[in-house]
């Protein structure tokens, strides 16, 4: 593989044998081999333990597991969508095909346009800018589609300034690309992949980190269809098509289903419906000083965030992070719990248990030693006083010997000295 990938185009899943994730994805990789197979792609598809071939795996830069890649020549593309057949078969068909894809027609315009909700166009001839067009296709072509076409194709609704152009057609209109108003190409690029109106959830979430933007979302029920669900959501549309040309280069807008997500990320329990706005570069958010009744209160409270009068909560700072590292392993205990109380018993209570016996057991060594040292010292002393008294009677045994003996001795004497007389 590693002496003849060159020849071919490949799709490999770097896997560990081990990994959850990666056998989770196992029965869905079987199924975009079959399905590239059938569609008769040119992309063989593999997988590859990178366990067993770490050398090829960090050639690849491979740091986690399961990591997606499509290896066409030198290059190596990262797959970063959801884990579904569908996704993952677009993505492949998208990087092996060309960097920038014809139109030649009306007909095709129209038909690539349907099946598109985000499409980038280049008109015009040869030029340094369509030098720049191919250069940053080759690195976002992972998350998008670069086509070119004649002025003649586009739809007679489109009127260009200038030739060259780039051209960005979404929510049912399109917008020119203007270096001295939207900087860097690249940069403009990775900003109008998004639709202006999202349904966010954690993927798309990651993904617009990319973009620099801030992210306003109103979390609420889509099953709920109560006046106050429906009339949040509709403000936030509202906003994202009136109000573009004042927010589009800062912030993205759209809703999110549910407030699971966002109360993880942001650490709290909002209640629902709600708006939040996030900075998903540092970790901050935004959450309205008053209710929101209508639109003019969202653009006023935007432009108090773009001001900075706004005040911001959360961040990325240090008392931040232990909050977060506490958070988590809150967070774990309780899933493992309410997922499997045996297994959270197990898993905690063993090395609990554990813990409070060797504790219990150092303090009633500490406790018994003294003890001992205690009753020991009461021995000595009482062997000491055994062993006084006991001299004490020896002593008064030899006083009462020497005393018979001294009285034996005068009586001798006497009788002695009885004789001589």
């Excluded at 092996?96 to 038909?111: C, D, K, N, V, Y």
């Excluded at 909700?117 to 976002?140: C, H, T």
């Excluded at 109106?197 to 029920?221: P, Q, S």
Aim: proline content about 4%; overall charge negative.
């Amino acid at each position: 593989f590693k002496e003849n990938r060159k020849d071919d185009i490949w799709l490999v899943d770097f896997y560990a044998p081990w990994c959850g994730h990666c056998k989770k994805l196992e029965p869905v990789w079987n199924e975009v081999g079959i399905e590239m197979r059938n569609m008769g792609s040119p992309v063989k598809v593999g997988k590859m333990d990178a366990t067993s071939f770490s050398s090829i795996a960090s050639e690849f830069g491979v740091r986690g597991y399961p990591t997606i890649k499509l290896l066409k020549g030198d290059l190596a593309y990262n797959y970063r969508g959801p884990r579904t057949k569908d996704d993952i078969v677009e993505f492949a068909n998208r990087v092996a095909g060309p960097l920038i894809r014809p139109l030649p027609s009306q007909h095709m315009f129209e038909h690539v346009q349907k099946r598109h909700r985000v499409l980038f166009v280049y008109v015009g001839g040869e030029s340094p800018l369509k030098e720049k067009y191919i250069e940053v296709a080759s690195e976002l072509i992972v998350y998008t589609y670069f086509f070119s076409a004649s002025e003649d194709v586009l739809p007679e609704y489109v009127t260009l300034p200038e030739l060259p152009a780039v051209l960005v057609f979404k929510d049912g209109t399109y917008f020119v690309y203007d270096e001295y108003e939207d900087g860097d190409l690249s940069s403009w690029i990775n900003r109008e992949r998004f639709q202006g109106y999202l349904t966010v959830d954690g993927f798309t979430l990651y993904e617009l980190g990319d973009t620099g933007k801030l992210v306003a979302i109103a979390v609420i029920d889509d099953k709920n269809s109560s006046v106050e669900h429906t009339r949040l959501k509709s403000i936030i549309q509202e906003v994202a098509r009136e109000y573009r040309d004042h927010f589009h280069r800062d912030f993205q807008f759209g809703h999110m289903d549910g407030n699971d997500y966002i109360n993880s990320l942001l650490m709290d329990d909002l209640t629902i419906p709600t708006i939040v706005v996030l900075n998903t570069s540092n970790q901050q958010y935004f959450l309205p000083d008053r209710h929101i009744e209508n639109t003019e209160d969202m653009v006023q409270f935007i432009n108090n965030i773009l001001d900075g009068t706004a005040e911001a909560q959360g961040g990325d700072g240090l008392l931040q992070r232990i909050k977060r590292i506490i958070y988590d392993a809150k967070s774990t205990v309780v899933s493992v719990f309410k997922s499997s109380p045996l297994l959270g018993c197990f898993l905690f209570g063993l090395p609990l248990g554990v813990i409070s016996i060797m504790c219990y057991g150092i303090c009633t060594a500490d406790t018994d030693g003294g003890v001992d040292e205690h009753e020991a010292a009461k021995k000595e002393n009482g062997d000491q006083e055994l062993t006084d008294e006991g001299s004490e009677e020896e002593q008064e045994e030899k006083n009462g010997r020497y005393t018979e003996l001294s009285d034996g001795e005068l009586k001798q004497k006497d009788i002695m000295e009885k004789k001589k007389d």
